[in-house]
């Protein structure tokens, strides 16, 4: 029998909450949600469930986008890793390399936003051959302009009679440390991080740019420096600092960057880089001694709990903070919105 509603009557949708509702949904069955607060409807073509009106087709989601880290340098003395490139649209903070916060992405619901999260960059083990360069992190999907942060540059590598090829730090989001007297740092890229540390006439051990800062210069004595600072960020409900630079290697024990660098001991292999804050790996300390690898990057996207669809790949971690829901990637996978 058709309803007719005269203007003075309702229809009164059944309820449930994100957690209970139905199992077996046909298309187009529509409820209350009382953990949203919205009407949804459910749509087979997505196999997901959809608030309902025109409002909510789009919406927008916040991102922090962290590339690899670069691989610190084989010694006599090594060049630090740079950190992962930081690129960041959540609240009013600023993305590496001194950029100014950025706009966050326009999702449309049923589009699959795949997320791809880069590897750390391999440690030199030659004194010929600068650490690798971390790989890239990204968000892409139909109608988005792709947003990547570009891995970390490798630290430079020496031997102990001469300079090399290798001994230049390589650019990257932030730039890998130098590693011989007289050598120069790589660059960083705009808006994602800072150059590494650059080596003077008898300075040797200079360390990896972080988002946050520029590489420290190598210093006379062999003694390193400690790597370049990476930046905080509260886009999933609490500050957590990441693309820390890698401490550059020498004679003594240096500290990587506030956001996961890696560190040195003297004389000896680098540090890694803390897994998921694309960290750079730390120069090797001693002869032959092998840099440390980069750490590996992360994808977070902060959204309105209200559009929040549940659908995933990869296994992100999901949490809530006030009224969004935010999703960290630590391995590739895909959103559907």
């Known amino acids: 029998m058709a309803m007719i ?97 950025e706009t966050g992405l326009t999702f449309s619901l049923g589009v ?87 080596n003077g006439s008898n300075a040797y051990g200079a360390s990896g740019g972080g988002a946050g800062a520029a590489g420290v210069n190598g210093v006379l004595n062999d003694h390193g420096a400690d790597g370049g600072v990476g930046l905080a960020s509260s886009i999933t409900g609490s500050s957590v600092y990441r693309s820390g630079g890698g401490a550059g290697g020498g004679l003594v024990n240096r500290t990587g960057g506030n956001g996961g660098g890696g560190s040195t001991s003297a004389s000896s292999a680098g540090g890694n880089g803390t897994a998921n804050t694309g960290g750079g790996g730390g120069g090797g300390g001693g002869n032959g001694s092998a840099g440390g690898a980069g750490g590996t990057g992360i994808v977070i996207i902060r959204i309105p709990t209200a559009n929040y669809s549940g659908t995933t790949t990869g296994s992100p971690t999901v949490t809530t903070s006030g009224s969004d829901t935010i999703l960290q990637f630590t391995s590739s996978g895909t959103y559907t919105a």
């Open 5 to 101: 509603l005269d203007g003075s009557n309702g229809v009164t949708f059944p309820t449930w909450t994100t957690a209970t509702r139905p199992s077996s949904p046909a298309t187009g069955m529509t409820g209350y949600n009382t953990t949203t607060g919205q009407v949804e409807v459910y749509n087979s073509t997505y196999s997901n469930w959809q608030n309902a009106g025109s409002s909510h087709v789009k919406y927008t989601a916040e991102f922090l986008i962290v590339a690899g880290g670069g691989g610190g340098g084989c010694g006599y003395y090594g060049g630090g890793g740079g950190a992962g490139g930081y690129r960041n649209s959540y609240s009013t903070e600023t993305s590496g390399g001194g950029g100014s916060s």
């Open 112 to 198: 699959i936003y795949t997320i791809t999260v880069g590897a750390g960059g391999a440690g030199s083990t030659s004194a010929t051959s600068k650490g690798s360069n971390g790989s890239d992190s990204s968000i892409s999907g139909s109608g988005l302009s792709t947003v990547t942060s570009l891995g970390g540059g490798g630290g430079g590598s020496r031997n102990n009679a001469t300079s090399n090829g290798a001994s230049d730090g390589a650019s990257g989001g932030s730039g890998g440390g130098a590693a011989y007297i007289s050598s120069s740092g790589g660059s960083g890229t705009t808006n994602q991080g800072y150059a590494g540390g650059t």
